[in-house]
């Protein structure tokens, strides 16, 4: 799709990954290595990676659709959120119930749903050092640190949070000088629309991540009608991407190809 960077991985049934803010695709490689048997399909999101940048007044419905048109050209009925990208994901599965039937969420991000109160000044911190002619180093310093704690948990992980470190790195904060973000952030997820989806939802929450996530994953299971949570131990907001290993489970169930009969 022009405009859109897309990385493929492997051969058998489509699964479409959709990665969090200031992130990109190439995070996500150690986890396709250990879920062999699926091609995996990695975008990078308008704004972040090798894709286009970000147009101001972009809506989350027309981003979702136009990833939806994406998913389903591929023929990828499975999508993979983590973070901002399960917000999106979310929206996918309400733009175009035809097209996604598997909806795995992690760190699952909710249209509306109150913010972490850090994180909120944060994002007015780096509105704020971004007008100041802030440097990209300057920029990556104080988006990771903590609190908020997004990424407390990647910091037990060395190498983790080296990459993280590259990819955001060269994230171009465009978003921050032209308010393209604020079109996206502005979408609800009404407890009504949250109910209209058929997907076979699972969500996967790390158990010390920030409390308005361990929320939203707890209104999703209470709202969606085919919805399962994974709790990942000892892991942080960033669950799939800090311990691959532990959360290969929670993905099998997410894309299994047979119908769950029971919702935890």
């Known amino acids: 799709m022009k405009g859109l960077r897309v990385v493929e991985s492997g051969s058998g049934p489509a699964v479409l990954w959709v990665h969090g803010y200031t992130m990109d695709s190439t995070l996500w490689e150690p986890l396709w290595r250990l879920l062999p048997g699926w091609r995996?399909?990695?975008?990078?999101?308008p704004g972040h990676g090798g894709s286009e940048p970000l147009r101001p007044g972009t809506t989350l419905p027309a981003l979702a659709a136009r990833l939806a048109g994406l998913a389903a050209a591929e023929g990828a009925e499975r999508v993979v959120g983590l973070s901002f990208g399960s917000c999106v994901a979310l929206q996918m599965a309400l733009e175009a119930p035809e097209t996604v039937r598997h909806l795995v969420l992690a760190?699952?991000?909710?249209?509306?749903?109150?913010?972490?109160?850090?994180?909120?000044?944060?994002?007015?911190?780096?509105?704020?050092l971004r007008r100041a002619g802030g440097t990209g180093e300057q920029m990556t310093g104080l988006w990771m640190a903590s609190p908020p704690d997004i990424?407390?948990?990647?910091?037990?992980?060395?190498?983790?949070?080296?990459?993280?470190?590259?990819?955001?790195?060269?994230?171009?904060?465009?978003?921050?000088?032209?308010?393209?973000?604020?079109?996206?952030?502005?979408?609800?997820?009404?407890?009504?629309?949250?109910?209209?989806?058929?997907?076979?939802?699972?969500?996967?929450?790390?158990?010390?991540?920030?409390?308005?996530?361990?929320?939203?994953?707890?209104?999703?299971?209470?709202?969606?009608?085919?919805?399962?949570?994974?709790?990942i131990p000892n892991s942080g907001h960033l669950p799939l991407l800090e311990h691959p290993e532990m959360s290969v489970n929670a993905l099998f169930d997410g894309l299994a190809l047979s119908e769950r009969v029971d919702s935890v």
């Open 40 to 45: 995996h399909i990695g975008v990078d999101l």
């Open 107 to 128: 760190a699952p991000t909710l249209g509306g749903a109150p913010p972490d109160p850090a994180a909120r000044r944060r994002y007015i911190e780096l509105m704020t």
């Open 151 to 231: 990424f407390r948990g990647a910091a037990a992980h060395p190498e983790l949070l080296a990459r993280l470190r590259t990819v955001i790195g060269g994230h171009s904060w465009a978003e921050l000088d032209t308010g393209a973000m604020a079109a996206l952030t502005a979408h609800r997820h009404p407890p009504e629309d949250l109910a209209r989806i058929g997907a076979r939802t699972t969500v996967v929450i790390g158990d010390s991540d920030m409390p308005t996530f361990v929320d939203n994953a707890r209104t999703l299971h209470r709202v969606v009608n085919k919805c399962r949570i994974w709790t």
